[in-house]
């Protein structure tokens, strides 16, 4: 394992604070599909957020260049719209929500 995987891995982790099953009760909410970018079905973050699970329940072992890959998307995301915070209770925004369809609540 290279140093940039463990540096993925160790970004990944910290940034994904939620576990995966909550993140998969979260995934069923309205709330959840109600945010997104979507062509017409699922959102690109809500298929995100199944792929998230998977990688979560996957050994550190055995992860692929694949779920890496993703992990780099993943933390890219967060990193990209953590910085976009709006002012006020942030509590049922869809901002928020977009973040935990990635699975990170920024209230954790």
């Not at 976009?84 to 925004?93: A, H, I, K, L, Y």
């Amino acid at each position: 394992m290279t140093d940039d995987d463990r540096t993925t891995e160790s970004d990944f982790r910290e940034l994904v604070t939620m576990a995966p099953a909550e993140l998969e009760r979260w995934l069923e909410t309205d709330e959840s599909r109600s945010v997104g970018q979507s062509d017409g079905g699922e959102s690109v973050g809500h298929r995100s957020g199944r792929r998230i699970v998977e990688i979560l329940r996957t050994r550190k072992a055995d992860l692929t260049d694949a779920d890496r890959a993703h992990m780099r998307k993943v933390i890219g995301y967060i990193r990209r719209h953590s910085a976009q915070r709006p002012s006020g209770d942030v509590r049922e925004t869809p901002w928020r929500y977009s973040l935990m369809n990635w699975g990170h609540d920024p209230l954790h």
